[in-house]
């Protein structure tokens, strides 16, 4: 079993960065795949980005490809959602999540483990 816990959220204007962080404690995290998930108010969670065990594999959902950056550090127990150019669209709570599948996954149902999330708000 693995706990998760997210931080780094904040206010941010329109056109900065963020960087949100995944610590783990328990199992090794380099066991998981992991993902990141966001959910806005009145909105279902979705899927943001994940990263396979070993880093070798990502995927991203289309909002934010070319924006957001998923990175794990496996010594660190930590992954990481770098979060550039954002906006107000990007408002939400995100979550991280662990995996023990063997593929990347984009549904929240098939994530094993849940963080309590950690709110990002972009104003314009």
């Known amino acids: 079993q693995v706990q998760l816990v997210e931080s780094g959220g904040g206010s941010v204007q329109a056109g900065d960065s963020l960087r949100l962080s995944c610590a783990a404690s328990?199992?090794?995290?380099?066991?998981?795949?992991v993902g990141w998930f966001r959910q806005a108010p009145g909105k279902e969670r979705e899927f943001v980005a994940a990263?396979?065990?070993?880093?070798?594999?990502?995927v991203y959902a289309d909002s934010v490809k070319g924006r957001f950056t998923i990175s794990r550090d496996n010594a660190k127990n930590t992954v990481y959602l770098e979060m550039h150019i954002v906006k107000p669209e990007d408002t939400a709570v995100y979550y991280c999540?662990?995996?023990?599948?063997?593929?990347?996954?984009?549904?929240?149902?098939?994530?094993?483990?849940w963080g309590q999330g950690t709110q990002v708000t972009v104003s314009s």
């Open positions: 328990g199992r090794a995290l380099r066991t998981y795949i």
């Open positions: 999540a662990a995996d023990s599948g063997e593929d990347i996954r984009t549904s929240p149902s098939r994530y094993d483990y």
């Open positions: 990263i396979s065990w070993a880093g070798s594999s990502t």
